[in-house]
């Protein structure tokens, strides 16, 4: 072969190849740009989705509103939920987002509204009828115990608090 043949022949090797990189340049350019716009879409409709969910939440949570509500709700996951003093706070802080909760009480002011309630109660008791004991300290006929335990180390000190009328 003559050296322009060779030429000719390469030049024509080349100009293939490079069509060939052309065109699949050109083919994964338009796939990029049809996959952005469908990740566009997708975002978009996923924002869409996220903002309606967080309306139709928002309309069917009743925020609390005042103070009372916050532990009339503290108190009936206690008594109610039988859960701990300190799982009541943990569960608010779960249920913050959706009960409109900004500031979760902690587990001393639930003990307190759960002491004063317990209070209130016995306070409110109906007496007892039967047989009265003259030297009965009780106006009513029942022995007030709150027991607040303190663990220091491996031992505890109760409080009684008895409460004569």
Sequence with gaps: MSSKSKLIKSRDNWKKKAIERGKNARYHEKEKRRIKKERDKYKKDADEARKQLEKERQKNTQPV????????????LFIVAHISFRAVPRVLRV???????TKVPCVQTI????????VARLRNAVPLRGAEINSN????????IIDISIALGKGSLPYTF????
């Design 162 to 165: 008895f409460n004569y009328f």
């Design 137 to 144: 300290p009780f106006s009513n006929g029942f022995v007030y």
């Design 111 to 118: 003990i307190n509204w759960v002491t004063r309630l317990s």
């Design 95 to 101: 249920l913050a987002d959706y009960l409109g909760i």
């Design 65 to 76: 509103h005042n103070k009372e509500e916050l532990i009339y709700i503290c108190l009936k």
